[in-house]
């Protein structure tokens, strides 16, 4: 199939620490490893577009144009309210909603996200779009009406042939991700960005869903405690059982 259209999803993430206040937020990195494949499809005439594509609230127009800036035709922000919960059910349902829309030929996205490490929403997309699916993948070419994904298992290496559309999740190994050029960073402050309410994809003006995901608390891990030396083996297994770890 001659000039896919590559849909992306990108996430808005933060590395979890005790004190979230003004911590930097940046692209996720398998996100960052999906979209980069995205522009390598198109730089190599497979694809003819790729759309970056985020769930998130209005700050996420940030990431997008990190997006752009690395290579992405256009973005598209379907944006929810300050405060709403935004789990890996929530994003797919939006990106389901959003694809049956854009008519993607391929949707790519991170295996998983830093902050939440979830590794579902991929999963949960093709279930929903009834699609194929290949997850963590390591290569990906595309065959006509067909795409051929390797992906690692336990025992080695598998290789599924897709019929398309399909839904891919990014491993690691797919590819390193460029940097962002000033040029292209200047580039995409031009580039189209749309912004799409989450209501028309996620039940209108019905209430939402309650979250199933909650984070509790955030606490500093226990100081580690000095090493102690022993005289022999007996001794440290004695030390061993007293500490209830034996």
């Known amino acids: 199939m001659a000039g896919l259209r590559v849909l992306v999803g990108v996430k808005r993430v933060i590395d979890y620490a005790v004190k979230t206040q003004g911590v930097k937020h940046s692209l996720n990195p398998f996100c960052e490893i999906a979209l980069e494949e995205g522009v390598r499809l198109r730089e190599r005439g497979a694809a003819a577009e790729v759309v970056a594509v985020s769930v998130g609230t209005r700050v996420c127009q940030e990431t997008l144009r990190t997006a752009l800036a690395l290579g992405a035709d256009r973005g598209v922000l379907v944006e929810v309210g ?7 059910r929530e994003a797919a349902a939006a ?25 579902q929403t991929g999963q949960l997309l093709a279930a929903m779009l009834d699609w194929p699916q290949g997850t963590f993948a390591s290569r990906v070419e595309p065959e006509g009406e067909w795409v051929r994904v390797q992906r690692e298992v336990d025992g080695g290496l598998e290789t599924l042939r897709l019929r398309l559309p399909a839904v891919l ?5 797919l590819n390193e991700p460029r940097y962002a050029t000033l040029p292209n960073i200047m580039k995409a402050k031009k580039k189209p960005l749309e912004v799409v309410a ?10 939402p869903a309650p979250p199933r995901l909650r984070v509790l608390k955030l606490e500093e891990p226990p100081p580690r405690g000095g090493g102690q030396r022993v005289d022999d083996v007996p001794a440290l297994l004695e030390r061993l059982r007293a500490s209830g770890c034996i």
């Open 82 to 88: 300050e405060g709403a919960a935004v789990g890996p």
């Open 95 to 119: 990106l389901a909603g959003l694809a049956g829309r854009l008519r993607p030929h391929l949707v790519l996205l991170g295996k998983q996200a830093i902050d939440d490490d979830c590794n």
């Open 169 to 173: 999740t990014a491993d690691l190994r």
């Open 198 to 207: 989450a209501s028309e994809f996620l039940g209108g003006g019905s209430p």
